[in-house]
C-alpha cells in the first residue's frame, strides 16, 4: 500500500506561481508513473500532468508551457511547478502513483487525499 501526502496548495494571484509536492510512501516495490489530477465541483477529474519513472513527461495542452511536473526518484517525490496560473486553475489537485507492491503484483493506483489551489483574479 503506498500512502501519498500533497502538499504546496494555497490562495495565489493570476499570474502567479505555486509549487506541489506530493511525498509517497509505505510499502512498495516499484513506483511506475506518478502524476497529478484536478477536479473541480460538477466535473469529472482530469488528468494535468504524468512522468514516467525514466523522466518522460506529459502535459494536459492547458497547462503546456506554465506548468512542468517534476520528480526525485530516490525521495519518492513528485512535483508541479505552476507559473502564470489562472483563474481557470482553481480546483482540488490530486497526486497520483502507479505502483507495484512486489516483483510479481500486479500495478495499482493510489491517490492523494488532494490540496486546493485557488487562483484570484
Known amino acids: 500500500q503506498v500512502q501519498l501526502v500533497e502538499s504546496g496548495g494555497g490562495l495565489v494571484q493570476a499570474g502567479g506561481s505555486l509549487r506541489l509536492s506530493c511525498a509517497a510512501s509505505g510499502r512498495f516495490f516499484r513506483i511506475n508513473v506518478m502524476g497529478w489530477y484536478r477536479q473541480t465541483p460538477g466535473k469529472q477529474r482530469e488528468l494535468v500532468a504524468v512522468i514516467s519513472s525514466g523522466g518522460t513527461t506529459t502535459h494536459t495542452d492547458s497547462v503546456k508551457g506554465r506548468f512542468t511536473i517534476s520528480r526525485d526518484n530516490a525521495k519518492n517525490t513528485v512535483y508541479l511547478q505552476m507559473n502564470s496560473l489562472k483563474p481557470e486553475d482553481t480546483a482540488v489537485y490530486y497526486c497520483?502513483?502507479?505502483?507495484?507492491?512486489?516483483?510479481?503484483?500486479?500495478?495499482?493506483?493510489?491517490w492523494g487525499q488532494g490540496t486546493q489551489v485557488t487562483v484570484s483574479s
Open positions: 497520483q502513483a502507479r505502483a507495484r507492491t512486489s516483483i510479481s503484483s500486479s500495478e495499482n493506483t493510489n
